[in-house]
């Protein structure tokens, strides 16, 4: 098949997308169409890159104004679909294109899909509808990358998407791709994201790449495979299979941009803050940076003397470690006695009790009243239970 590269901005987007759509030959066969786009995260940021925003969800209901447009989306775990469309400025769409209206795919009918690992329960509009996938271009602290492949896991019920992070989540990002096969795949690459990706902390996380680009083709495996080599990272880090592709539009040399990759490893350290996730959700990630006041602090840390001192406390002087994640161990090296450590989320149970550590249960723990609580690193130490 064909991946077509062509040139954007958000101001002439839809002229873009129709080029884009035009230069692959695409021609919806049904009456509806939905629209998955990548904005699991309501805190995301559109300014960085991590998430599509709705001028691009826009254009495509208005390319599309003669068919009826779903766009639907299941927010990562533990999060709220209702913010999520507010902070994003989705929920304006369907007061201007009448034709479009919004969905929380963790509230629709789901129908039982073989798969690899047995059967897995997908939403039956993805399947009866003309399925469009419209991904963020950026790199992932976890996966490497998230294109095309990654935003179906958007798709999963809440369950699923926990467990894909148990057992290993780029050989199910891929065995995924094999059964929820979209009939359109876009990435939106006009601002993309590098780095260690989305909600990482402060300026260990992703920074915003003006690319400009955008990326359309109907096979989801060449889509990303295009993607891939145009951010010149090693495929073999990913979930993106080496398929054999047709470019059309811009030349892949005349636009391929190294994007710093993702180096998260197994344990972020900074000064005596350590931060372990391996294999961690993302939402026990984004839980845990929404809901603690480190994470404010940090972003604010030059600005106010409030969070210097909060940033100092907590990442110089003090060694911390916060552990989350399936795969989690205990550090080398790391002495409990003098160091704060705690295990968050159901995953890490073993963790602490084999070592005695104080553990936050939930699965991610609730984000909402944790964060009501206004967690400081001596509030969250209180909460800890003894
Ligand atoms: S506790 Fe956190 S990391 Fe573990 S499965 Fe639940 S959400 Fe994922």
Redesign the pocket.
Known sequence: MTVAIVKSSYTNVRSGLERAIDLVGYKPKKETIVLKPNAGFPDGSLKLGDCVPPEFLEALAGIFRDKQVIIAEGVA??MDFQKMIRNFGYDRIPKKYPNARLVDLEKEERIPIKWKRGEIKLPKLLFENEYINVAKMKTHYFTHVSLCMKNQKGALQEFD???F??KDLQADIFELSQVLKPNLNIIDGIVAMDGNGPYSLWHFGGRARKLGLLFCGQDIHEVDNVAVQVMKLDRKKTHVPDVPTKIVGEKLSDVSVAFKPPNFGDQLNFGHFHLQ?L???S???Q?FLMSTKLSTDWHYAYDTLRGTVNFLHHGILRPFYIF???RCSFPAGADPKKAKMVC?????RGLAKKNGLPHIP????PAAEMRKMNLSHRKLQSLIPK
């Open positions: 775990a533990g998407k926990q467990k992070h148990m996730a294999s961690g959700c939402g026990c990630m839980t989350f994640g399936p968050f989320g159901d995953c890490t939930g699965c991610p723990p």
